[in-house]
């Protein structure tokens, strides 16, 4: 079965901070890795991944995959009270389904 | 350009009520998921439509679940009749084609069933 896995599930840090969130997937048929961030509203879409060892990068915030470990990781630096959401991973499939991760919630302390 | 539009943002009913969603993708966009989430969890797919045509609704339950995509453009979610465990956000995305890899999400509906 199709699952991605996102960890830690929440993450509390101060402004400044620097965070790892990290995406582990078994997925058939892998098209591409997918970020996105989640207010109170629609999750907006930060990043998508397709080839191993290219990061990707916006601002503070980054993103990297590794297809043959199976995971991607985002980093975010310089922490801000804005980045609080959470952030959601999902892995585009051959059979175009996005299976997303549960999410990790970030809160960042002023 | 107009994102994915939802209406209504907020439902709250009582069990055994019927409820309806609405959803309009962006224009030119074939593909249209309705999606639900619940509380602490990422969203699950309940049906993927190309065009007018359901492609994959095998996650939707469909004794009390349905869906429709008439003119391939706007779609209506269904549930009738409501239970408790039905409280969710229930999200609509779209993109141009089913290959192409990002979606777009609208607002979604926020149900809550008393």
């Known amino acids: 079965e199709d699952k991605v896995v996102q960890s830690p599930l929440s993450l509390v840090v101060h402004e400044g901070d620097t965070v790892t969130l990290n995406c582990s997937y078994e997925v058939t048929n892998f098209r591409s890795l997918l970020w996105y961030k989640q207010e109170k509203k629609a999750p907006t879409f930060l990043f998508m991944l397709?080839?191993?060892?290219i990061e990707k990068k916006s601002g503070r915030l980054s993103s990297i995959l590794d297809k043959k470990e199976l995971f991607s990781i985002l980093n975010i630096t310089a922490t801000q009270t804005g980045d609080s959401a959470i952030y959601l991973c999902a892995v585009f499939s051959g059979t175009y389904k996005y299976i997303f991760g549960t999410g990790t919630r970030l809160k960042v302390l002023a | 350009e107009a994102g994915v539009v939802q209406s209504p943002r907020y439902k709250i009913i009582e069990k055994k009520q019927p409820v309806a969603f609405w959803c309009n993708p962006i224009?030119?966009?074939?593909?249209l998921y309705w999606y639900l989430q619940n509380l602490g969890q990422g969203p699950e797919l309940l049906i993927r439509?190309?065009?007018?045509?359901?492609?994959?609704d095998s996650q939707l339950p469909k004794d009390r679940f349905s869906a429709e995509r008439l003119k391939g453009v706007d779609s209506t979610l269904k549930i009738q009749p409501a239970e408790l465990g039905d409280s969710a956000v229930y999200l609509c995305?779209?993109?141009?084609?089913?290959?192409?890899?990002?979606?777009?999400f609208g607002p979604g509906t926020r149900l809550t069933v008393l």
């Open positions: 397709t080839s191993s060892g």
């Open positions: 995305a779209s993109s141009p084609t089913s290959s192409h890899n990002e979606q777009f």
């Open positions: 224009s030119g966009h074939n593909t």
């Open positions: 439509y190309e065009n007018e045509e359901a492609v994959d």
